[in-house]
């Protein structure tokens, strides 16, 4: 595709529920990276995926979150009982290995989660 | 931990001065280090890198400078215009292929 997307693009849910929130990065990109960004703060990392290898999930802030990748395609978000603390903006982001160690993220526009 | 800090929240410039933020860090020094542009309800974008032998790094009307001594990095934007307004994020390498990123600094840029 043209760039990352990501869907759905604003999610409101009520404190308790579960959500999704879903990547489609760039094809070929073998990375793939899930970022929160909370109303005025910097981005948060919470886990990042290259290739086949086991993803690297030390960001991830409880075992409320977890994610998953399809190969080197889709990657899903899911985050449970969600808590109003979860409000922010999870952007996603992935890169191509292709350029070494330099590897440039391209982002996605992020989805914006409220929870009510 | 590592920590990266932006010299202000907010910064308010003329147009066509130069405008200037920082980045300091702190404990191990990265191999390179990257600046985005963020725009409001958008994901950040990528501007430039610079690696950790490298002084300086330029592009078009950007620049950026890297002094491993003082652990800070220096995003320079001259002939500055309206357009430039947005939040500009410096963002270290951590981990395998991980950015640490800073908490960014918006820019305003006044005609």
């Known amino acids: 595709g043209a760039g990352v997307s990501q869907s759905p693009s604003n999610k409101v849910t009520e404190k308790g529920k579960d959500v999704e929130l879903r990547c489609d990065p760039i094809s070929g990109h073998t990375a793939l990276y899930w970022y929160r960004q909370r109303l005025g703060q910097g981005l948060e990392f919470l886990i990042y995926?290259?290739?086949?290898?086991?993803?690297?999930k030390s960001g991830l802030p409880s075992d409320r979150f977890s994610a998953e990748r399809t190969g080197e395609s889709v990657s899903t978000l899911t985050i449970q009982r969600t808590q109003q603390e979860d409000s922010a903006v999870y952007l996603c982001a992935s890169s191509s290995r292709r350029q070494g160690r330099t590897d440039t993220q391209y982002f996605g526009p992020g989805t914006r989660l409220t929870v009510l | 931990s590592q920590k990266i800090e932006q010299n202000s929240e907010a910064l308010n410039i003329q147009e066509g001065k130069t405008a200037t933020l920082t980045c300091n860090y702190t404990n191990y020094s990265p191999a390179y280090l990257q600046w985005y542009r963020q725009d409001p309800g958008r994901g950040p974008v990528f501007l430039l890198l610079?690696?950790?032998?490298?002084k300086e790094k330029r592009k078009e009307r950007l620049k950026v400078t890297f002094d491993t001594t003082l652990k800070q990095s220096l995003f320079h934007i001259t002939a500055s215009q309206p357009a430039d307004s947005a939040t500009y994020l410096c963002?270290?390498?951590?981990?395998?292929?991980?950015?640490?990123f800073g908490t960014g600094t918006r820019l305003t840029v006044i005609p």
């Open positions: 963002a270290l390498v951590r981990g395998a292929n991980n950015l640490f």
């Open positions: 995926f290259q290739g086949n290898s086991a993803p690297d």
């Open positions: 610079i690696r950790e032998n490298e």
